[in-house]
């Protein structure tokens, strides 16, 4: 009973390729998150969503694109992955409201060759 | 940019003594919370602590806030081996949509 779980856990693909990460929360959370965690460890966020809204959208290439079908659900697109894309990529949930702290998946490390 | 640094980077200890991590952050915050990575996991919050807040304990985990050096400080005190990890705190901002901002993190190594 995996609280936000992602698919796939790893995956490596050639330059130019697009590929999607999927996530999803079982916690009724309204609030989603995509976050990006380079090679130092260093975790910044990309994209927030509320209740299927984005609400947070930092500074990220136009290649990256978010889509919440539902609020249990946020994919992320990537096109023509690049090599700098490579990292490790970690959806979370929250409930806004509460500011209880996040429940993070367990990541999906992206390698771009 | 980046919101919190932590220092130190790396902390290595033996099993049973006490290990404290500290974070510096610039702005205004609504709550500052510590998060605890295992290699190849995702993080696991362990404590939040509000603004108006000074201390707080959770186990063998205590938090300290001090809003006017804008810095906050991890102990673990009796520490396991289980406690390596990278130790995260991140920043909560007053009207910030719940966005949390990352610190650069501590990796704390517990040794038997």
């Known amino acids: 009973d995996t609280a936000v779980s992602q698919t796939p856990k790893y995956l490596v693909t050639q330059m130019g390729n697009d590929k999607s990460i999927k996530c999803e929360q079982n916690l009724g959370h309204d609030t989603m998150y995509w976050y990006k965690q380079d090679s130092k460890k260093f975790l910044k966020i990309m994209f927030s969503?509320?209740?299927?809204?984005?609400?947070i959208n930092e500074t990220v290439p136009n290649r990256f694109s978010p889509k919440s079908p539902d609020k249990a659900h946020l994919n992320l697109h990537i096109n023509s992955l690049e090599l700098g894309d490579s990292a490790v990529y970690f959806c979370?949930?929250?409930?806004?409201?509460?500011?209880?702290?996040?429940?993070f998946g367990s990541g999906t490390r992206l390698t771009v060759v | 940019s980046q919101q919190g640094e932590e220092d130190p980077q790396a902390l290595s200890i033996q099993e049973g003594e006490n290990a404290t991590m500290n974070c510096s952050y610039k702005t205004s915050i609504n709550n500052l919370q510590w998060y605890r990575q295992n290699s190849g996991r995702g993080l696991v919050h362990l404590i939040l602590?509000?603004?108006?807040?000074r201390e707080k304990h959770s186990g063998r985990l205590r938090v300290t806030l001090d809003t006017s050096k804008k810095s906050s400080s991890l102990l673990i005190t009796a520490s396991r081996a289980a406690d390596t990890a990278s130790y995260f705190c991140a920043t909560g901002l007053t009207g910030g949509g719940n966005k949390l901002t990352f610190g650069t993190g501590t990796q704390l190594k517990v040794e038997l």
């Open positions: 602590i509000r603004s108006n807040e």
């Open positions: 979370a949930s929250s409930q806004e409201s509460r500011h209880y702290g996040y429940t």
């Open positions: 969503y509320n209740n299927k809204e984005l609400i």
